[in-house]
């Protein structure tokens, strides 16, 4: 079974400028989650859709970051304008779904994003 | 908020020592537990879990134990290999809700021959 594939695996972008990552889930999975992982710290839950639906946006910078599920498969997550300290590694996770049982999350590689 | 704090790293042991990485945890309701391991050049994986109290979860010669009394999840290994350096985080999450992981900041572990 293929898992959560992350594109690309590495950006350097100057502060000011846009960048765009790309997440395809597991297949069959209905949710997905991004997460936002600085140097030194733990991921940290930036938005989390149900499908093509958003349940949970709460900690992400609206004025700058946005993010998308098309179709409830594919996502992507955009920055613009980009800042020194969105410097991290943004992962994708995805997961069958539903409440009251354990829906085990499968993360992807991640993409590293150093902003200059 | 709930949060998750792990014990200070990195963490460097010779092989076959005993273990121990400490992790405690602030939440509301009645969190699963979890801890999540990233080896080098891989992405995150999960190690094992609890969901209840007094709960045991257990992978690959790792323990850890839900001890609601103390609020801890301390993760275990009673002999280490250098195939187990990595960085481990603890994380917690509600299964009533929309089961967002909450993790902490993760301890690099090595091992040494």
């Known amino acids: 079974e293929a898992g959560v594939a992350q594109s690309p695996r590495y950006k350097i972008i100057e502060k000011r400028q846009s960048v765009a990552f790309w997440c395809n889930p597991i297949s069959g999975h209905a949710t997905l989650y991004w997460y936002q992982q600085i140097l030194g710290q733990g991921p940290k839950l930036l938005i989390q859709?149900?499908?093509?639906?958003?349940?949970?946006d709460s900690q992400l910078p609206k004025d700058r970051f946005s993010a998308e599920r098309l179709k409830g498969v594919d996502s992507t997550l955009k920055i613009q304008p980009a800042k020194l300290e969105d410097s991290a590694v943004y992962l994708c996770a995805s997961s069958l779904g539903g409440t009251g049982v354990f829906n085990e999350q499968f993360f992807g590689p991640g993409t590293r994003l150093t902003v200059l | 908020g709930d949060s998750v704090t792990q014990m200070e790293g990195p963490v460097t042991l010779s092989e076959e020592a005993c273990l121990t990485i400490n992790c405690t945890y602030t939440a509301t309701g009645y969190p699963s537990l979890f801890w999540y391991v990233q080896y080098p050049g891989e992405g995150l994986q999960l190690l094992l879990k609890a969901t209840k109290a007094d709960d045991k979860g257990s992978n690959k010669g790792f323990e850890a134990t839900y001890r609601k009394e103390t609020t801890s999840f301390h993760l275990e290994k009673g002999s280490v290999q250098v195939s187990d350096s990595a960085v481990y985080f603890c994380?917690?999450?509600?299964?009533?809700?929309?089961?967002?992981?909450?993790f902490g900041q993760g301890t690099r572990l090595t091992i040494n021959p």
């Open positions: 859709f149900q499908n093509n639906g958003v349940v949970d």
């Open positions: 994380a917690l999450s509600d299964l009533r809700g929309a089961q967002k992981l909450v």
